[in-house]
């Protein structure tokens, strides 16, 4: 058990697909029933996390879901304007910069920039500080973009430190690279699918997280894994039976050829992903998806 607990800022990426809006929930609603105040953000148009959380549709204010359990959709645009609210110190002339056709296409030109603004109210109420000097939230998990838009977003700070004069623009993107690349308050939870491809993308995932950006790794999230049936023998005994195909009793045995496939598949997929020596959790693949609360329970059991 990777003691998620202590870490402020919980980071979940991976390929399209893969399970991470899944994660996400069930990862914030883990937390959330350990006594932590949790934020789950999620953003894109069609947000699946509130239909999986079984609460009404995300919105761009936070709102409580549950017991400890609070949620917000992160749209560029809003957290733009929030962003430029906190720089500018004026909503008024904020409002004016970002109403004028001009302005507002100078700044969705300016590359990463609308990425940033995501990353950067993700972290802003990670850090975010209640009245009485408390944090507002113990832990923010951040359903965040498929691996490209995600990768492209996590290197923005760089960019930023590379181009940006002196200010409140580069003095921000250097605290949130020094946050983001602190294990102690951030974890990258990377989903992937133990399967060959989705592995082969999740080892490159995991070389420009580390190797190129300097980001943590708390651990590896097989999603999606089949419980064994068959031990390695006898899935060897079935395989060459994979394209069987004729009598009932042929096409039985081409269906289990299949799956000791699969499985034999799976094997070697988790030992490549537990040779990088990151944690590896393995969620495993429900019978009739995980798009109801119900479901999301089950996992939770896993984490
Ligand atoms: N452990 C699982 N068992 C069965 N189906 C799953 C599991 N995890 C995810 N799914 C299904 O896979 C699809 C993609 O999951 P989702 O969490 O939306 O992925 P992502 O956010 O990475 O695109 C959904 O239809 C979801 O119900
Ligand atoms: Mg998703």
Redesign the pocket.
């Known amino acids: 058990m990777v003691p998620f607990e202590h870490r402020r800022f919980l980071f979940v990426t991976?390929?399209?697909?893969?399970?991470?809006?899944?994660?996400s929930a069930a990862l914030a609603l883990a937390l959330a029933a350990r006594g932590l105040r949790v934020l789950v953000a999620t953003s894109g148009a069609k947000e699946?996390l509130s239909a999986?959380l079984g609460s009404p549709a995300l919105t761009t204010k936070i709102e409580p879901l549950q017991k400890n359990l609070w949620g917000v959709l992160l749209a560029s645009e809003v957290a733009l304007r929030e962003y430029g609210t906190l720089v500018l110190h004026s909503e008024t002339l904020v409002r004016a910069l970002f109403d004028s056709k001009y302005v507002s296409g100078l700044l969705a030109g300016a590359p990463g920039l609308k990425e940033w603004a995501l990353l950067g109210k993700a972290w802003y109420h990670a850090n975010e500080l209640e009245p009485d000097g408390s944090p507002r939230f113990d832990a923010v998990v951040f359903?965040a973009p498929?691996t490209g838009h995600g990768l492209d977003m996590l290197r923005v700070p760089k960019v930023i430190l590379a181009a940006a004069p002196p200010g409140r623009l580069r003095s921000d993107a250097e605290r949130a690279l020094q946050f983001l690349r602190d294990p102690k308050r951030t974890g990258f939870v990377v989903?992937t699918l133990p399967e060959e491809m989705p592995t082969n993308e999740t080892l490159e995932l995991l070389q420009a997280l580390e190797g190129e950006l300097s980001l943590p790794v708390a651990e590896i999230v097989a999603?999606?894994s089949l419980t064994p049936l068959f031990s390695a023998a006898e899935g060897h005994a079935l395989e060459p039976f994979v394209m069987l195909s004729g009598s009932a009793t042929e096409s039985a045995l081409a269906a289990a050829a299949r799956r000791a496939l699969a499985e034999r598949v799976q094997a070697e997929s988790l030992l490549r992903l537990a040779a990088t020596a990151h944690p590896l959790r393995q969620?495993?693949?429900?019978?009739g998806?995980?798009?109801t609360p119900q479901?999301i329970r089950e996992?939770i059991r896993f984490l």
């Open positions: 991976g390929k399209g697909g893969s399970g991470k809006t899944t994660v699946r999986v359903d498929a989903v999603n999606s969620l495993p693949r429900l019978n998806g995980v798009g479901a996992l």
